[in-house]
């Protein structure tokens, strides 16, 4: 499961083959911060799954959790190495799923009202009903 080539630079990621297709994702060894490690299956999301993964979209934790049909909170437990390589295989195996993600996002923008993101993006804390301005970040 490692996407590095030989010289250090990183693969790019095709989606799944079609023997991952077949087999049902990819597996390979993790390893956890305990130092145990495991045998798992990154698998690419049924479509019956799309709509509740995109209930996770802003959660790569959660899509990795679900991708390697483990309990939420399971990849947290993972050496950073390790979680770094099952999210890149989990975007590889699930790219249909990101697109139809892409392709629902844009109707959704699509059917907005003329303006409306504009409207939105421009509008000050008050005029939202928030009442609160976002907070400065030091550089």
């Known amino acids: 499961m490692n996407p590095n080539l030989a010289d250090g630079k990183t693969a790019t ?6 023997d991952e297709l077949l087999f049902g994702g990819a597996g390979g060894e993790v390893e ?7 045998k798992v299956k990154v698998r690419p999301f049924k479509v019956k ?6 209930r996770h979209v802003d959660d790569e934790m959660r899509l990795v959790d679900m991708a390697c049909d483990r ?3 399971w990849s947290e437990t993972l050496t950073p190495e390790t979680y770094e390589v099952v999210a890149q ?4 195996m699930n790219v249909r799923f990101f697109g139809w993600v892409r392709r629902e996002l844009a109707r959704q923008m699509d059917s907005l009202p003329s303006g409306a993101l504009d409207q939105v993006i421009t509008s000050s804390p008050s005029q939202t009903g928030s009442g609160t301005a976002a907070p ?4």
Do not use: I, N, Q, S
Not at 13 to 18: A, E, I, N, R, S
Not at 49 to 54: D, G, S, V
Not at 136 to 139: G, I
């Open 13 to 18: 990621l095709p989606g799944p083959t079609k």
């Open 89 to 92: 295989v989990m975007g590889r």
């Open 71 to 73: 309990p939420a909170g």
């Open 49 to 54: 799954e799309y709509k509740a993964a995109r």
């Open 32 to 38: 956890h911060e305990d130092g145990t490690r495991e």
């Open 136 to 139: 400065e970040f030091p550089l």
